[in-house]
């Protein structure tokens, strides 16, 4: 099977990068969210961002005029039935993605393949809330997306050999490096970067260190290209928490433990870059 055209469920900051980056290969997109004001957002964020490759002369007028022309902004999910793959972009929220993928189970072909870009939740776990648990696949992308060159694409125990292969070339396609992983929350890339983020966390609430000198440290002794407290303010200080609570609730292992600084961070409404303020302000 070969993917030709994508749905996208969200124009946040994970389903327009995503939409960008089928875009300026040539991929024609759907991208669905709940309002025209959130769509429009979406692809005016797009635009900006075609802007500062247009600035830098990675791309020419003409490229980005033709990748805007590949994507189509809507707030009906019927719009979606022509795509061969529907990859859900919401946010990290097992309830609502399983309200979201019934919703397109019900409506696409059965030959369509439903993919989630979520970054914890259990792509078997998901997978089974739909009638095509063969054709279910996890679909990580990391942000921000045009930029960041890795895709996770994450098995369930259903999936098929031939889901896999038409996803991990789409992959390709964009331009990504794919890696397969087996399903297990965090899967591989944030099983291991949480953890370190909200350990940093704990060093911060210590005392132990300054902010910018933790970071220092982690770029400088480990040569990060950034520092795990700017990392979390650029993820959100709210996604890093609910990847943790999703560690502890699944392994049931205190190690996993959220850190009270990140918990108290969010409940200030202190998520990072987003709000404008996060462990930084900006």
Known sequence: MIIQKVGIIGAGTMGNGIAQAC???????VMVDISEAAVAKGIATVSGSLDRLLKKEKITEADKAAALSKIQGSTQYEDLMSADLVIEAATENQDLKVKILKQLDALLAPDVIIASNTSSISI????????RADRFIGMHFFNPVPMMALV???RGLQTSDET???VHALATALGKTPITVKNAPGFVVNRILVPMINEALCV?????????DIDAGMKLGCNQPIGPLALADMIGLDVCLAV?????????DSKYRPCPLLKE???AGRLGRK????????
């Open 23 to 29: 875009a300026v290969v040539g991929i024609p997109v």
């Open 124 to 131: 078997t776990q998901l997978a089974a809330v739909t009638t």
């Open 152 to 154: 996770e694409i994450i």
């Open 164 to 166: 896999h292969d038409a």
């Open 204 to 212: 911060l609430s210590e005392g132990l260190a300054t902010p910018d």
């Open 244 to 252: 943790m609570e999703v560690y502890l609730k699944e392994f049931g």
């Open 265 to 267: 961070l969010v409940a």
């Open 275 to 282: 709000t404008g303020h996060g462990v930084y302000q900006y």
